[in-house]
């Protein structure tokens, strides 16, 4: 009716093997990645981009926050910074702005262009950089990833602007 020592034996072997098995497992998926190389530095060179140093006109910048990016297999994303503006425009006008301002950032509708929220994509042809505009008239877009806190907008605000870049300044031309 007792189970031998050996039959104990080979089950507490088993579930040390689970165990182990699981922890591994765990610390795998877990805190084993972090930022891509160089991200600190990466985060410095796109700071300097103008489309994140020149607010669109009027515009009062509301919040900033970066993401370092990381390498882990089931959530890996280039290093970025994002930024949100407000002012007292509309979104045609806005659009029409970064358009002409950045026209080697080759600006064009991504999606979700609608009467109030235009989209906009652009990655300049010899730049290791991706520029993302949401202009909306109802609220900031804030992108995953980012902490962004924002300060009140201004009395009159009738444009949010949130600008995205990301990218790997150091994989890409000099």
Same mark, same amino acid.
């Given at each position: 009716?007792?189970?031998?020592?050996?039959?104990?034996?080979?089950?507490?072997?088993?579930?040390?093997?689970?165990?182990?098995?699981?922890?591994?497992?765990?610390?795998?998926?877990?805190?084993?990645?972090?930022?891509?190389?160089?991200?600190?530095q990466d985060i410095k060179q796109m700071?300097?981009?103008?489309?994140?140093?020149?607010?669109?006109?009027?515009?009062?910048?509301?919040?900033?926050?970066?993401?370092?990016?990381?390498?882990?297999?089931?959530?890996?994303?280039?290093?970025?910074?994002?930024?949100?503006?407000?002012?007292?425009?509309?979104?045609?006008?806005?659009?029409? *702005?970064?358009? #002409?301002?950045?026209?080697?950032?080759?600006?064009? $509708?991504?999606?979700? !262009? &609608?009467?109030?929220?235009?989209? /906009?994509?652009?990655?300049?042809?010899?730049?290791?950089?991706?520029?993302?505009?949401?202009?909306?008239?109802?609220?900031? *877009?804030?992108? #995953?990833?980012?902490?962004?806190?924002?300060?009140? $907008?201004?009395?009159? !605000? &009738?444009?949010?602007?949130?600008? /995205?870049?990301?990218?790997q300044p150091g994989e890409g031309p000099?």
């Amino acid at each position: 009716m007792h189970a031998s020592a050996a039959q104990r034996l080979g089950s507490n072997a088993r579930r040390l093997a689970l165990f182990t098995a699981a922890v591994t497992l765990v610390l795998s998926l877990s805190g084993c990645y972090g930022p891509p190389n160089n991200a600190s530095q990466d985060i410095k060179q796109m700071a300097a981009a103008e489309v994140l140093t020149v607010p669109p006109p009027g515009g009062v910048l509301l919040g900033r926050a970066e993401d370092l990016g990381s390498t882990s297999p089931g959530s890996a994303r280039d290093p970025g910074i994002a930024l949100v503006f407000a002012a007292a425009t509309n979104t045609v006008a806005t659009a029409n *702005y970064y358009k #002409d301002a950045y026209s080697s950032y080759p600006l064009g $509708a991504e999606c979700c !262009t &609608t009467a109030t929220q235009i989209q /906009l994509v652009g990655r300049p042809s010899i730049s290791w950089a991706s520029v993302l505009l949401s202009i909306r008239t109802n609220k900031p *877009y804030l992108p #995953d990833h980012f902490d962004l806190t924002l300060k009140p $907008a201004p009395p009159g !605000t &009738t444009v949010y602007v949130t600008v /995205l870049v990301t990218g790997q300044p150091g994989e890409g031309p000099p």
